[in-house]
């Protein structure tokens, strides 16, 4: 099968496309032949080895001391079910998924195998292949900090920081969908679009600085490592969260946490995603909920040249991989896509 492959650390040239063996799903696997994946900042530092300060010695270990242990990227796929193992009951030949190998990789490729147990769900039916692909990196993460590290309810302010990438255009869509009222900082060109997806207020981060804004907030999500506590503390409610989904190792240590009297929180964490974010996004999505932004799509032979514009941090949403090419009828609107 074609897959892209790299072998040694470094800019987007490293990545080419390249013949490997189809892999063959064991009894309790499932084997997916992947219509689209997408290239995320997770791609972006497994490939570059470029981390988070004090995390360089740590991300060796992770993904390879003298080089890539997995030669195929790829976090976040959707596909179709083309064979099953003998023991596998919960889905069957020609069922529509997306799954999410996260830091196992492998999403870059015409085929994977997973465990049917595994980071694996259906597709939602008014999603096409290349939006259900990009449901699951930014969705999770955003779903696990809000939900389970912040606890996010009904009528909480919300700021996202970082509002237009992949973790941020879901952040604000999912806060959104637990009846916050969400705020989101980001850059001139982007404000239309933040407000597109359902932001209540925007702030250009080139304009104004949202710690002076005179507002506060019940959680602060930041993925752009700008509001850091010693920014965000005065603009934190008693008791408000921020939340650190992209910060240094000092700050997963707790250093420059809040002393507990202060009642605010810092959480700095790599939050545990189970399957069930997966499903509880997929109902979202079909509810018309979330619905991932999509900003640039290419063939996956041009992996390269996708690579080349995530490194720029600049995206909006998601860079999408179409792995194979299908006439996918999406329900509620019938979308045309070419044959391979
Ligand atoms: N902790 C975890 O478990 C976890 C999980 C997933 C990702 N991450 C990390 O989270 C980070 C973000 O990931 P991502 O996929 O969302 O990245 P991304 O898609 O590249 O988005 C980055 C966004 O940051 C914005 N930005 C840059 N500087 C900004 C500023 N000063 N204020 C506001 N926005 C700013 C950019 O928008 P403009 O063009 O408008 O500036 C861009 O849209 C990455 O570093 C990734 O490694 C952590």
Not at 95 to 104: E, L, N, S
Not at 128 to 133: G, K
């Amino acid at each position: 099968m074609k897959a892209i492959v790299y072998h040694r650390y470094g800019s987007p040239d490293v990545v080419s496309l390249a013949e490997v063996p189809k892999p063959v799903p064991k009894d309790n696997e499932v084997l997916i032949r992947i219509y689209a994946s997408t290239v995320t900042t997770g791609d972006w530092r497994a490939r570059s080895l470029d981390l988070p300060a004090g995390f360089g010695f740590m991300g060796r270990l992770v993904f390879g001391v003298f080089g890539p242990r997995q030669p195929i990227l790829g976090t976040e796929l959707a596909g179709e079910i083309e064979a099953v193992g003998r023991a596998v009951t919960r889905f069957k030949t020609g069922d529509q998924v997306f799954a999410f190998p996260g830091g196992k990789y492998g999403g870059h490729a015409e085929y994977r195998t997973m465990p049917e147990d595994g980071m694996i769900a259906l597709k939602p039916a008014n999603l096409s292949f290349e939006e259900a692909a990009a449901l699951s990196f930014g969705g999770t993460t955003a779903l696990a900090f809000l939900r389970d590290l912040a606890g996010i309810k009904a009528g909480d302010k919300v700021l996202v920081v970082g509002a237009s990438g992949g973790v941020g255009t879901a952040a604000v869509q999912i806060a959104r969908s637990f009846g916050a009222i969400v705020t989101g900082v980001t850059s001139t060109s982007n404000l239309e679009l933040v407000r597109s997806i359902g932001a209540d207020n925007v702030i250009d981060y080139t304009k104004e600085d949202f710690s002076q804004s005179g507002d506060s907030w019940d959680i602060i999500l930041d993925t752009t490592g700008t509001a850091p506590f010693a920014r965000s503390e005065r603009v934190l409610k008693p008791g408000g969260r921020l939340l650190v989904v992209l910060g240094s190792l000092a700050q997963a240590m707790g250093i420059g946490r809040p002393a507990k009297a202060s009642g605010k929180t810092v959480i700095a964490a790599v939050p545990k995603i189970t399957v069930e974010h997966m499903q509880f996004l997929a109902k979202l999505a079909e509810a018309g909920r979330f619905k991932p932004v999509i900003d640039r799509g290419y063939p996956l032979e041009n992996a390269a040249e996708a690579h080349a514009y995530v490194d720029t941090g600049r995206k909006r949403g998601n860079v999408v991989l179409t792995v194979r090419q299908v006439a996918a009828k999406v329900e509620g609107r019938p979308r045309a896509m070419a044959r391979n």
